[in-house]
C-alpha cells in the first residue's frame, strides 16, 4: 500500500528558511511524480511545486526562485527546500503523488492529478 510520510514543518520569521521531506513507502517502480501543495485556512489546496520521473520541476509562480524541489529516487523520499519565506507562504503542506505514470498530463500542479496524499506539515511563517 503506498503510503507519504511528511517530515519538517515548523515555525519561522519572515526571510527564514525551512525544509520538508516525504517519504513514498509500498512502492518500488521507477515510473511515478510528486508534488507538494499547501492549503492555507479558508483557502481552496495549491499546488506549490512537482517533479516527475525524469526530474523534471514546475513551480507556482508565487514560489519559483525561492523553494527548490528535489527527488532522491534510492530512498523514495522527496524534498522541499524553502528561503526567503513569507507570511502568505503559512498552510498545511502536502505531499502527493501518482504512480505508474512517468509524468503528469496536466501542469503537474492540479489536484487531481494525484491518488495519494500524505497528512500534511503545517508551515507558519511569522512577519
Known amino acids: 500500500q503506498v503510503q507519504l510520510v511528511e517530515s519538517g514543518g515548523g515555525s519561522v520569521q519572515a526571510g527564514g528558511s525551512l525544509g520538508l521531506s516525504c517519504v513514498l513507502s509500498g512502492y518500488s517502480y521507477s515510473n511515478y511524480y510528486m508534488a507538494w501543495f499547501r492549503q492555507a485556512p479558508g483557502k481552496e489546496r495549491e499546488g506549490v511545486a512537482a517533479i516527475d520521473s525524469n526530474d523534471r520541476t514546475t513551480y507556482a509562480d508565487s514560489v519559483q526562485g525561492r523553494f527548490t524541489l528535489s527527488k532522491d529516487n534510492g530512498q523514495m523520499t522527496l524534498y522541499l527546500q524553502m528561503n526567503n519565506l513569507k507570511p502568505e507562504d503559512t498552510a498545511m503542506y502536502y505531499c502527493?503523488?501518482?504512480?505508474?505514470?512517468?509524468?503528469?498530463?496536466?501542469?503537474?500542479?492540479?489536484?487531481?492529478?494525484?491518488?495519494?496524499w500524505g497528512q500534511g506539515t503545517q508551515v507558519t511563517v511569522s512577519s
Open positions: 502527493a503523488a501518482q504512480m505508474y505514470r512517468w509524468t503528469w498530463y496536466k501542469d503537474g500542479l492540479s489536484r487531481n492529478e494525484y491518488s495519494y
